[in-house]
Nanobody, 124 residues
Framework: QVTLVESGGGLVQAGGALRLSCLAS????????MGWFRQAPGKEHEFVAA????????YYADSVKGRFTISRDNAKKTVYLQMNSLKPEDTAVYYC?????????????????WGQGTQVTVSS
């Protein structure tokens, strides 16, 4: 059973920072790629960042590259997203999921299994 619990969101001014955490259970965490996705009102889930299990390689959406950093702690079964220089357009509910790569793009591995997400609101 897949369980995903996100935390760390909040209200921050533009230029500020937040650190999101996600505790994941279900498939073996240490041998799965993990990703962060976000969903703005009226939109579908959007890829934000991913980290591989094999060598912790990281991948980012162009819109967050250079501002966000994804990391993981296999012992704690937790994936993190450090978000710096936040912009109003980063406002969304942020979700983590096990992730898969296809044709150089990243997708949630369990598209029907989402946590409650964590709200990030960036004011201008």
């Amino acid at each position: 059973q897949v369980t995903l619990v996100e935390s760390g969101g909040g209200l921050v001014q533009a230029g500020g920072a937040l650190r999101l955490s996600c505790l994941a259970s279900g498939p073996t965490f240490s041998t799965n790629n993990m990703g962060w996705f976000r969903q703005a009102p009226g939109k579908e889930h959007e890829f934000v960042a991913a980290i591989t299990w094999f060598d912790a390689s990281t991948y980012y959406a162009d819109s967050v590259k250079g501002r966000f950093t994804i990391s993981r702690d296999n012992a704690k079964k937790t994936v993190y997203l450090q978000m710096n220089s936040l912009k109003p357009e980063d406002t969304a509910v942020y979700y983590c999921n096990f992730a898969r790569q296809y044709n150089s793009r990243w997708f949630p591995k369990f598209n029907d299994r989402w946590g409650q997400g964590t709200q990030v609101t960036v004011s201008s």
